[in-house]
């Protein structure tokens, strides 16, 4: 079970980026999956999730409105449309898979397999 994470880099206070997970090994479609960030000196914490289906999400209050998670489980990928960035949102994305789960979650714990990250850095 392997999840790839991209589409990091610098972006503009204002800007966009857009970030992939590619899932291998396993049913993607088994699994919820979801994005956390991890900022320099703190802790990790949760960004959104995608239901199995893609129907459902859930986002954290810091992002909602801004940022838009899907997935595409005939490609075996996730994404995350980041938008109207802010220096706030730098920090190391993490995708992260939980099995068998109705809806979604936030609890990190929940979460089985991660990727290995990828860098945002939004600068002014």
């Known amino acids: 079970v392997q999840l790839q994470a991209s589409g990091g880099g610098l972006a503009q206070v204002g800007g966009s980026l857009r970030l992939s997970c590619a899932a291998s090994g396993y049913d993607f479609s088994y699994y919820v ?16 999730a995608v239901s199995r289906t ?9 992002v909602r409105g801004r940022f838009t998670i ?13 938008n109207n960035l802010e220096p706030e949102d730098t920090a190391v994305y993490y995708c992260a898979a939980a ?4 809806g979604t979650t ?13 860098q945002v850095t939004v600068s002014s």
């Open 70 to 82: 899907s997935r595409d489980n005939a490609k075996n990928e996730m994404y995350m449309e980041m």
């Open 99 to 102: 099995p068998g789960i109705a």
């Open 54 to 62: 893609g129907v459902n999400t859930r986002y954290s209050e810091s």
């Open 33 to 48: 999956m979801g994005w956390f960030r991890q900022a320099p000196g703190k802790v990790r914490e949760f960004v959104a």
């Open 106 to 118: 936030s609890q990190e714990h929940m979460y089985n397999t991660w990727g290995q990250g990828t």
